[in-house]
C-alpha cells in the first residue's frame, strides 16, 4: 500500500520560515516525479514545485521562484520543500505527489502565515 505523509505545517509569521517534509512508503521517491501543490481556501489546486525522477532537476512556480526549495532525500525516502520568506498568500494546505504512470497523493498539512 503506498502512503505519502506529510509534515511540518505550521502557522508561522509573515518572513518566516517552514520545511514542509513528504515520507513514504510502498514506493521509491527516486523513481518517481515528486512535486508538491497547494489549495488555498476557495480556490484550486496549483502546483508549487517539482524535482525529475531522472536527474533531479527542479522547477517552481512563479510566485514561490528564490524562496522556496524541493529536495529529495532516496535514504530517507523523503521529500521536502524548504519555504523561506514566506508571505500571507503562501497560506494553504499543501500536498505531495508522486507522479510515474500512476499518481500518488498525500493527505495535506496546513501552512498558515499570518502576523
Known amino acids: 500500500q503506498v502512503q505519502l505523509v506529510e509534515s511540518g505545517g505550521g502557522l508561522v509569521q509573515p518572513g518566516g520560515s517552514l520545511r514542509l517534509s513528504c515520507a513514504a512508503s510502498?514506493?521509491?521517491?527516486?523513481?518517481?516525479?515528486m512535486r508538491w501543490y497547494r489549495q488555498a481556501p476557495g480556490k484550486e489546486r496549483k502546483w508549487v514545485a517539482g524535482i525529475s525522477s531522472v536527474d533531479d532537476t527542479t522547477a517552481y512556480t512563479d510566485s514561490v521562484k528564490g524562496r522556496f526549495t524541493i529536495a529529495r532525500d532516496n535514504a530517507k525516502n523523503t521529500v521536502y520543500l524548504q519555504m523561506n520568506s514566506l508571505k500571507p498568500e503562501d497560506t494553504a494546505v499543501y500536498y505531495c505527489t508522486a507522479v510515474r504512470t500512476e499518481q500518488y497523493w498525500g493527505q495535506g498539512t496546513q501552512v498558515t502565515v499570518s502576523s
Open positions: 510502498g514506493i521509491s521517491v527516486s523513481n518517481y516525479a
